[in-house]
């Protein structure tokens, strides 16, 4: 769960106390357009999200490639 954190902290700045400010990274984006085939075929969102925010991609890669847990 640490790991959603710091990747929710990366995507949004909220300093200012009000609405948050988004600013994705370009991997992010890559990332999005790899996964959104795979939905149409029955990856779950939760699974979606781990893809597209993942800092272990290497393990990641992996879980993806078997089918997830």
Do not use: C
Request: charged fraction near 25%; glycine fraction near 8%.
């Amino acid at each position: 769960m640490d790991e959603f954190y710091q990747a929710m902290s990366d995507l949004f700045d909220w300093t200012d106390g009000k609405n948050p400010k988004q600013h994705l990274p370009e991997f992010v984006h890559e990332r999005i357009n790899w996964v959104i085939p795979y939905v149409d075929e029955g990856l779950t969102y939760f699974g979606a999200l781990r893809a597209v925010l993942g800092y272990n991609e290497p393990e990641l890669q992996q879980e993806f490639e078997l089918g997830g847990e």
